[in-house]
């Protein structure tokens, strides 16, 4: 591939909501037998199979993982193997294991065989009801309340460990909620705003799980996506901060969200049945400080609130229309 950097590519948690599509965006810049897809139980998307390799790994078996980089030459990560939050309220022991040790392995492999880089999100749930909520700054009390910010805190300490101690090029940040149109989220506490646009387009009816005035950071998933690989391609010497980016695009709350429906949907109609993941939402904060990712590696998101409603809403509604909404 004149012109472009070769890398051999591995994606943990490729069949999830984000892996999904940052698979298809690697296999695209990188080359399709490039970018090895990966996952544990769910088989893969005809796209996602269809387009380049894919093998079965869990990632708490670090043979599993080994078999793969071995047998693909792999030199960077792209760790996105977890459980969310509210799945991880139902099972915190896989919560641990999978998130915790999955990382540890993905880091021991990336030590003992000098891969060139790892890519591992964090989220906001590592804040908690000790933090600022207001513009959260980057550096600040980390006191998480479910086991998914548990492992999340862990893992960012683990990763800077492993960058101090080891040398290992492992970088992250803070995902906010992701928002998107190709694979439903599994199981966190933000899936709240992407099951509202789905449930707007096929039945103009939703029950949304958390209160109206609910505010929590969000993002769309093509901001999303260019953050991975912006932060994947800054030269290391940019970077103050790993594997702790704060990230933000935008901010709203369940009502804003809704209204902004209705104005292309008017007869969209919700109602509002808080359940458990209430009290998750109200341990994150409403607004996040990024200006350490704009510093250090340029970030800077490009969608709001009204610009990604048109574009989730116009590629639901085309779905739909073809009877594929669910897929
Ligand atoms: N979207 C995630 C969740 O709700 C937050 O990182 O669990």
Same mark, same amino acid.
């Given at each position: 591939m004149p012109g472009k950097e070769m890398k051999r590519i591995l994606v943990t948690g490729a069949v999830g909501q984000i892996g999904s599509e940052l698979t298809m965006a690697l296999r695209e810049r990188f080359g399709n037998e490039n970018v090895v897809a990966t996952g544990r139980s769910t088989a893969p998307s005809p796209t996602l199979r269809d387009s380049g390799p894919f093998e079965f790994i869990d990632v708490a078996k670090k043979k599993t993982i080994e078999a793969v980089v071995e047998r693909y030459r792999i030199d960077t990560v792209y760790h996105l193997a977890a459980i969310l939050s509210a799945v991880g309220e139902k099972k915190p022991q896989l919560c641990w294991d999978v998130n915790v040790n999955g990382l540890y392995n993905v880091l021991e492999i990336a030590r003992e065989r000098e891969l060139t880089r790892v890519f591992?999100?964090?989220?906001?749930? @590592? =804040?908690?009801r000790h933090t600022p909520v207001h513009n959260t700054p980057q550096e600040t009390i980390l006191s998480p309340t479910t086991m998914y910010g548990v492992t999340k805190v862990a893992g960012e300490a683990l990763c800077d460990y492993y960058f101090q101690r080891f040398g290992v090029d492992v970088r992250g940040m803070r995902y906010p909620g992701i928002i998107s149109s190709e694979t439903?989220?599994?199981?966190? /506490?933000?899936?709240? #705003?992407? #099951?509202?646009?789905?449930?707007? @387009?096929?039945?103009? $009816?939703?029950?949304? =799980? @958390? $209160?109206?005035d609910t505010v929590l950071p969000m993002m769309y998933m093509p901001d999303a996506i260019k953050s991975a690989m912006d932060l994947m391609e800054t030269d290391l010497s940019r970077l103050e901060h790993h594997s702790n980016f704060n990230l933000a695009a935008m901010s709203f709350s369940a009502g804003e969200l809704a #209204?902004?429906?209705?104005?292309?949907?008017?007869?969209?109609?919700?109602?509002?049945?808080?359940?458990? $993941?209430?009290e998750i939402a109200d341990s994150w904060p409403r607004t996040i400080d990024d200006s350490s990712a704009r510093e250090e590696w340029?970030?800077?998101?490009?969608?709001?609130?009204?610009?990604? /409603?048109a574009h989730m809403l116009e590629r639901l509604s085309n779905r739909h229309a073809r009877g594929k909404l669910y897929r």
């Open positions: 591992c999100p964090s989220s906001i749930a @590592v =804040f908690g439903l989220p599994g199981g966190g /506490t933000t899936d709240y #705003a992407v #099951a509202i646009y789905y449930e707007a @387009v096929a039945n103009q $009816r939703y029950t949304c =799980f @958390v $209160r109206e #209204a902004e429906i209705k104005r292309h949907i008017p007869e969209f109609q919700v109602e509002y049945e808080p359940d458990f $993941r209430q340029g970030w800077e998101p490009g969608y709001d609130l009204a610009a990604m /409603t």
